[in-house]
Every structure is written in structure tokens, then in C-alpha cells.
């Protein structure tokens, strides 16, 4: 990408991502956290699919996540509905690897992990809450693909995976999301085992040699990200400015993955924006140790799932006569 192209970008991610984030802001401001975070990572996940994938499949996922919303927040107490629920929602995002997008959609589960883990608005009672919640997160999702595509931002697409490896890939994240998400649930770890889950659906990849890379660097950048973390301590007490700071990290976490610098660097600054999310409704201090104690336990699961398939991939690679498996 050239330096002027790389530019304009990088302006309109800014823009973008500010405009996005203001219905958070917002509630932030008016004392909603928990809602605050929930319209948060709806509009990222808008934002992200819109930039990855284009407006139509965008609408779609932001269709598909408020409608898992509604279903997920229901059946949270209930582990096996509730690990099912997050873990098709992963499996339908991992197919689309074929068409290189998945990346781009991997929010969506992410999201839905993170509301099935620890419903919102509990102040309400149900259905209102979970009709409340899934119209937050499509309003949400919404607005931000509306800004995204009005503004022409568009970030190219992955590799394509052929239909048999994203069908594998699928169902080998759909596997450790549905056990992951049912532990999660059977012992109410919150928002920290949400963390392990989304820490799954990021280093799990099409391709195993992609995975491994993926996992050491995610462990490190989670570490170097807990730090930086940890330096908003101060502000705790003032929601909107915990939240405002996690918009800026979620802008470097874009640039750097955008640029092409190394995961770990993008992982360093992804962990602290939704550990700022995250803590606007509570303490900083305890998210961010929960995160990093989830992060790490869920990379050394990935990374057994990994070594326990290895022999299948690589068979599969040599008898295609593949290098990358």
C-alpha cells in the first residue's frame, strides 16, 4: 500500500471508528456502563465486518448478531444452550474463510461470547432485557456499518481457504468455543472466561502453522497489553474516560494490524481497548488480571488442540504436496 493511500485510510479509520463509538460514549456518559460496552462491541463488530467484508454481508452479521443476542441472553443460564448458541455462531463465521472474510466477522462471535457469558442489563427483566440488548447491538452494528460505508473505507480480504479446510477449520472451532463457553457457564467465570473464548476464536486459524505463530505472540502482546492496562488504574473512577481511552487502543489495534506490523504488537493493543471497555463498568485492576490469567490458559489450550490434529494437517499437506498446512 502506498504512503498517500495508507494515509487516507488511517484518517477514515479515525473517523470512523470515533463516529462509531459515539452511541457508547454516550450511555458512558449517562452512567450506563454495562450498556455502554454492549453497543461498544456491537459497533466494532459492525464496523470491522463493513471494512473486511462490504455492507451487505455486514448487514447480515449485524442482523445475525442481534438475533443470537436475543437467544443467547435467555438461555445464559443454561451452559450446553448457551455453549451451542456461541459456538454455531463461531462455526458459521469460520466457513466464511473461503471467501476470506472470516477475519472480519470474528467479532460477531466475540460479541456474543462475551453477552452469553454475562448478560447486561440486569436491571431489566425478561423478555424486556434481552429485546433491549439485542436492539442495542443492532443499532449499534448498524450505525457503524452505515458510517463505514458512507465514508468508502474498505480494508482488503484474507486468504481463501478451500471449502474442505474452512469446513475443518470450522468444525474444530466450533469444538473448543462449545467446550470453552460450557465451562464458562457451568462455573459463572463472567467476562474473564469470555476472554478465554474470544482468545480461541483469534488464534485458531485455517491453517495451523498460521495458529502456532499466532499463539505466541497473542500470549505476549495479551502480557505487554495487561501493563498498559494497568496505567488507566487512575482514571477508573470515570467511566467515559476509561471507555474514550478504549476507542483510542481499538484505533492503534486497527492501524497496527493494518500495517502489517507483528501480531504481538496489534495483541498489545487490542487487550488493553477491550480491557478498557470491559472495566468502565468496574474495576480495572480485576479485569485486566482475570484477562490475563484467561489469556494464557486458553493459549496453551489452543495450542494442545493444535498439537493433537498437527498429524492429521500435515498428512493431509503431504499428500497434496502443500508447504503451508
Known amino acids: 500500500m502506498s504512503a498517500p493511500v495508507r494515509t487516507r485510510v488511517l484518517g477514515l479509520l479515525a473517523l470512523v471508528l470515533v463516529v462509531a463509538l459515539v452511541p457508547g460514549l454516550v450511555l458512558a456518559a449517562l452512567g450506563y456502563s454495562d450498556g455502554a460496552t454492549l453497543v ?4 466494532l463488530a459492525g464496523l470491522l465486518a463493513c471494512l473486511m ?3 451487505r454481508i455486514a448487514l447480515l452479521a449485524v442482523v ?6 436475543a437467544v443467547a441472553i435467555p438461555v ?3 451452559p450446553w444452550a448457551a455453549a451451542t448458541v456461541v459456538a454455531a455462531a463461531s462455526a458459521a463465521v469460520a466457513l466464511t474463510s473461503q ?7 470474528i467479532l460477531a462471535p466475540i460479541t456474543l461470547a462475551f453477552t452469553a457469558s454475562d448478560p447486561p442489563l440486569d436491571a431489566l427483566g425478561e423478555p424486556e432485557r434481552a429485546v433491549v440488548a439485542a436492539a442495542g447491538t443492532l443499532g449499534a452494528g448498524l450505525f457503524a456499518v452505515a458510517v463505514t460505508h458512507l465514508l468508502h473505507a474498505r480494508l482488503p480480504e484474507g486468504d481463501h481457504a478451500s471449502r474442505s479446510r474452512a469446513v475443518t477449520y470450522a468444525a474444530m472451532v466450533s469444538v473448543l468455543v462449545w467446550i470453552a463457553t460450557w ?3 457451568l462455573n459463572d467465570l463472567g467476562h474473564a472466561g469470555a476472554w478465554a473464548v474470544m482468545t ?3 488464534v485458531v486459524q485455517p491453517y495451523l502453522q498460521d495458529g502456532s505463530h499466532i499463539a505466541v505472540q497473542r500470549a505476549l502482546g495479551t502480557v505487554v497489553g495487561f501493563a498498559i492496562a494497568l496505567c488507566f488504574v487512575l482514571v477508573s473512577g470515570v467511566p467515559i474516560l476509561v471507555y474514550a481511552a478504549g476507542g483510542l487502543f481499538a484505533y492503534l489495534a486497527l492501524v497496527f494490524k493494518l500495517s502489517g506490523r507483528p501480531y504481538w504488537q496489534f495483541a498489545a493493543m487490542l487487550t488493553p481497548a477491550v480491557v478498557l471497555f470491559e472495566g468502565a463498568a468496574g474495576s480495572l485492576t480485576t479485569v485486566a488480571w482475570e484477562r490475563l490469567v484467561a489469556t494464557l490458559l486458553a493459549v496453551l489450550a489452543s495450542l494442545a488442540a493444535m498439537l493433537l490434529v498437527r498429524p492429521l494437517y500435515l498428512a493431509h499437506a503431504q499428500r497434496r504436496g502443500l508447504d503451508r498446512w
Open 183 to 185: 465451562i464458562v457457564q
Open 40 to 43: 461498544a462491541l456491537g459497533a
Open 53 to 55: 467484508a462490504g455492507w
Open 200 to 202: 480461541i476464536l483469534l
Open 76 to 78: 445464559a443460564g443454561t
Open 99 to 105: 471467501r476470506g472474510i472470516s477475519a472480519g466477522l
Open 64 to 69: 445475525g448478531l442481534a438475533c443470537a443476542t
